[in-house]
């Protein structure tokens, strides 16, 4: 049976919205639009989520929604752990928001509703910690971006340093982190003699469930040497979500209110595709996720690699190299055959030899990929995907150029991809506008970048010693060196098109 149903009511070109989406209005809502067909009021708390961003709304939290019908123990209280925008938007939406998979026929409306409610760490910290050493909460899941785990993305290892966990080391009971919150709720379980919760990652890591317990072991262990034992034994599996979801703007915001009838003040707008791999180690329970459409397997790894290398390494090439040429948009960027070029020949010729998955097309995966890039209907901004670049370089680009050197094979357009973020990192693109760096080495890299000026090589030289980046071997590397400053000197001497165009020949 299916889990929703739909309001009847009248033609949406005839509706002059004046109410906001909750669980009121959805008896009122336009012709065809799919609302949750289970009681929410018999929905509880069975998932906390940090990092309650349009991510996990586009992803996990519609697996979630699929399921809550057959088991309504597995509703999702998300977290905010920065700002409170998300709780402010949903919370007079009794946690309800719409997602909008838009493909060429247009934006297809659905509404929400695994979400119960949404917590602002900054002022519910206790609340939210209560909430996560409770019995009922057997599955704490995290979308916080790389730069949210406070590690060293070139090593995969806790960053004792970074600010919020010297914060969290000296106020355990009230951290700012992630890392700290999960290890504070740990230890309250631990505490009551309750079992740990679940810890799984959904966030672009390679072994992203490794990675976690890694790094919330480490901190676990700084603070109390027992709890660090202890927090051994919880199960972190590892994952890899793969849907392409743009911010949200101002002009989605009104057509989904037209389409549904309701104004909407966060809607979700993403594409048809969504994958989601798993892997099965839920020693507490887990929703039946394999029954909506998610893959339960052993190992995590191939498909991580698989998705790092092909889609995000190419979506971080085509974002710096697309941004310098002029293109808002990554569908714009795919109109350029050169730039076509460039990503077929990086996942083909570079990235998918150094995958090793039997059973996998991934020359079928490549081609649908493409397709997925090509889609004019998703506003997918190359500025946004181009955020954070030094915490997604090590695992997009920087482990598939590894591999390669070790086994004597060519970088030419991953050294591009490289390149085209250095030149990206200076703040002023060709036209000499100013590029809105965003990035935790912001201030860094544009200091490298002001005492460098036009000198290809100081910039280069510069970029390469921080070694959170680039570790302590690739700057070094004779290989590495040639091919990105290579590229690099063309991008200043002859434009971002001309270097591109070279390499497409």
């Known amino acids: 049976m299916s889990i929703f149903h739909t309001r009847l009511t009248h033609d949406p070109a005839e509706i002059i919205v004046t109410q906001r989406l909750t669980q009121k209005s959805l008896a009122t809502l336009a012709k065809g639009i799919a609302v949750p067909g289970y009681d929410r009021g018999k929905v509880t708390p069975g998932i906390v989520h940090l990092g309650i961003g349009a991510f996990h709304r586009a992803h996990m939290a519609v697996y979630v929604d699929d399921l809550l019908a057959d088991d309504p123990s597995w509703g999702i209280v998300g977290a905010s752990l920065r700002r ?38 900054n002022t519910q910290r206790d609340e939210l910690l209560t909430l996560m050493a409770d019995p009922a909460i057997r599955i704490v899941s995290l979308t916080v971006t790389e730069k949210g785990y406070c590690h060293d993305p070139a090593t995969g ?9 010297v914060h969290d080391l000296a106020n355990p009971s009230a951290p700012k982190s992630a ?45 109390d040497a027992e709890l660090g034992e202890w927090v051994e034994s919880v199960a972190f599996p590892s994952t890899m979500v793969d849907r392409i979801v743009p911010s949200t703007t101002d002009a989605d915001r009104e057509e989904v209110t037209k389409l549904i009838g309701a104004e909407d003040a966060w809607p979700i707008m993403t ?16 929703p039946a996720f394999e029954k909506v459409g998610a893959q339960l397997v052993a190992d ?39 730039y076509v070029t460039l990503i077929h020949g990086l996942m083909t010729e570079e990235a998918m030899p150094t995958l090793h998955m039997p ?34 370089l090590p695992q997009r680009l920087l482990g598939t150029i590894r591999d390669r050197l070790k086994a004597g094979l060519g970088i030419e357009r991953l050294a591009l991809g490289v390149a085209a973020w250095m030149r990206y990192v200076t703040g002023v693109d060709e036209e000499g506008d100013e590029i809105d760096v965003r990035d935790p080495h912001a201030l860094k890299m544009m200091a490298i970048a002001a ?18 980046i680039f570790g302590d071997d690739l700057g070094g590397n ?28």
């Not at 960053?159 to 919020?164: I, L, S, T």
């Not at 003699?193 to 672009?204: E, I, K, L, W, Y």
């Not at 005492?451 to 959170?468: K, W």
């Open 84 to 121: 409170p925008d998300t709780k402010e938007a949903l919370e007079p939406q009794d946690g309800l928001y719409t997602i909008a998979v838009r493909d060429a026929a247009g934006a297809h409306p659905r509404v929400i509703g695994a979400i119960l409610s949404v917590m602002d760490a």
């Open 157 to 165: 290892e806790l960053d004792q340093k970074h600010p919020d966990i």
């Open 179 to 223: 890392p700290g919150m999960l290890v504070e709720a740990l230890a309250r379980r631990k505490a009551s003699g309750v079992a740990p919760f679940t810890v799984m990652s959904c966030d672009n890591l390679p072994s992203n469930g490794e990675t976690a317990k890694r790094i919330v072991t480490t901190l676990a262990a700084l603070r």
């Open 271 to 286: 594409e048809p595709f969504t994958q989601w791999v798993i892997e099965d180690k839920f020693p507490a329970g887990r």
């Open 300 to 338: 995590v790894e191939p498909y991580e690699h698989m998705k790092l290398r092909m889609l995000n390494g190419s979506h971080s090439t085509m974002a710096y190299a697309g941004y310098l040429g002029g293109y808002d948009y990554i569908a714009e960027v795919m109109g350029d055959d050169d």
């Open 359 to 392: 059973g996998v097309d991934l020359g079928a995966y490549r081609d649908e990929l493409l397709e997925r890039f090509r889609n004019p209907a998703l506003k997918h901004r190359t500025w946004q995907i181009a955020m954070d670049g030094s915490q997604k």
């Open 451 to 468: 005492d460098a000026g036009d000198d290809a090589e100081a910039l280069y030289e510069g970029l390469v010693s921080i070694s959170e």
């Open 478 to 505: 004779a290989v590495f060196r040639t091919a990105v400053l290579g590229h690099l000197n063309s991008m200043f001497d002859e434009g971002i098109h001309a270097t591109i165009a070279k390499v497409a020949g």
